[in-house]
């Protein structure tokens, strides 16, 4: 079924299509119907799915059929998400998909001042996407109350437990008015997720999109045996392989991602860096010219695999396997978004072959083996710009020198 069979009101179709967006994705085609009804959902759903529309997209249908009931610094749908970087990434969503409707979005949250923020609650809004910290502040100085909101959603709920939010959830649980709708989205599930949804939800419709494999359909995702040392050669020629591509490159620390950068810059080739070592601005600065494809080779630890929707990312490669398994279910679902398809491939080394068991484990099926021949292996090594450049071609050269002034000198 397509979009434009749906019964929405004509705006709101207009912009999927100018979004590009035709059918729903499997967890759209699931939810959009429930939630139209007004019953609570439950979805376990991963990143990359297309789970923003599938609650923006009814949840806007809702708010532009209804009778608006806005009250000062008050809000008709409330978003509550993890981080900085999904809260503007939910809002821009709604805001596409808002376009010509006139409903009033606000992104609130924190690392930014609050008096812009504030500003834009003041006639209330009919969608508030926050981060819980940022939610709170505005809250106790009175910017921000939640007497009005018709529909809760939690997005990212595995994710912002992770975080150590579940005191806020609780406080905000207790301040929302109990005929409100609930939409509730986790990537995957635990006791704790359930406990907290089913304290949050009546009746859901429960929705799980592949239980079986969390990663998404449309990710073909392999695995390479390469040992530690070399992991750098073969990044250098996947990169020169791939020249138009837009590549997001995992590693474990913030140290081995600057290292890895300047081993790339060694070799002619630019990138950037994004991890906990860079502030919010020059995270969102360097974020953007990914996005933007400015830049297109990215080297990220952990903290940006969460959440962020990257446009069009062919390749992730995990130059480094995660070292909790569930990372590598969100490292991968950077690419192959909605309706897209994506590739990843996994540098394993010897040392961490055991990572690779538990991810399996976790994914309960095995990561296809890219097979490299030692021919290749070695051709892979041996032709990198880099060894042109290595301390023994350095000696070697330095030898010639010599040996060359020795000969002139005799002569
Ligand atoms: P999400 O899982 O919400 O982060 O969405 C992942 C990506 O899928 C985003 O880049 C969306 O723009 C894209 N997307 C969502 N729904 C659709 C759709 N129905 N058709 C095509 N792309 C979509």
């Known amino acids: 079924m397509k979009f434009e069979q749906y019964n929405f009101i004509a705006p709101l179709k207009r912009n999927l299509q100018t979004l590009g967006f035709r059918k729903p994705t499997d967890i759209q085609f699931k939810a959009i119907p429930p939630t139209l009804k007004g019953e609570d959902v439950l979805a376990i759903a991963q990143t990359g799915t297309g789970k923003t529309a599938a609650y923006a997209i009814p949840t806007i249908q809702l708010l532009s059929t209804r009778s608006a009931q806005k009250e000062q610094y008050s809000t008709r749908c409330l978003v509550m998400v993890p981080t900085h970087e999904l809260a503007i990434q939910v809002a821009d969503v709604f805001k596409q998909l808002i376009a010509g409707i006139g409903l009033h979005v606000v992104g609130i949250y924190g690392g930014v001042e609050q008096d812009k923020q504030i500003a834009l609650l003041k006639n209330g809004a009919d969608v508030l996407v926050a981060t819980p910290g940022r939610m709170f502040d505005l809250a106790s100085q009175g910017y921000l109350n939640f007497k009005r909101v018709e529909i809760l959603i939690i997005d990212e709920a595995d994710h912002m437990l992770e975080l150590g939010f579940i005191n806020d959830m609780e406080q905000l649980i207790r301040r929302i008015p109990r005929d409100r709708q609930t939409l509730f989205f986790s990537a995957t599930i635990n006791e704790h997720i359930k406990d907290l949804a089913y304290g949050l939800v009546r009746h859901a419709v429960r929705i799980q999109i592949s239980p079986k494999d969390p990663v998404s359909k449309n990710i073909d995702h392999s695995v390479a045996f390469i040992e530690m040392d070399d992991k750098r050669f073969f990044l250098e020629r996947f990169i020169n392989e791939n020249p138009d591509s837009k590549i997001l490159v995992f ?107 538990e991810i399996e484990t976790y994914l309960s099926k095995p990561i296809t083996v890219m097979t490299l021949s030692k021919g290749e292996y070695e051709i892979t090594v041996d032709i990198s710009e880099e060894s042109e450049h290595d301390w023994k071609s350095l000696l070697d050269d330095h030898q010639a020198f010599k040996d060359k002034k020795k000969k002139k000198s005799k002569k």
């Open 251 to 357: 590693v474990r620390t913030k140290v081995r991602a600057e290292r890895v950068l300047k081993a790339l810059e060694r070799v002619g080739i630019q990138s950037q860096t994004i991890h906990s070592g860079k502030d919010q601005k020059e995270r969102s600065t360097i974020m953007d010219s990914f996005k933007s494809g400015k830049n297109r080779i990215l080297i990220a630890t952990d903290v940006s695999a969460r959440g962020v929707d990257i446009p069009n990312v062919e390749f992730v490669i995990n130059y480094d396997l995660p070292e909790v398994a569930e990372n590598y279910v969100h490292r991968v679902g950077r690419t192959g978004r909605g309706n897209q398809r994506g590739k990843a491939l996994s540098f394993c080394s010897t040392e961490e072959k055991e990572i690779l068991t």
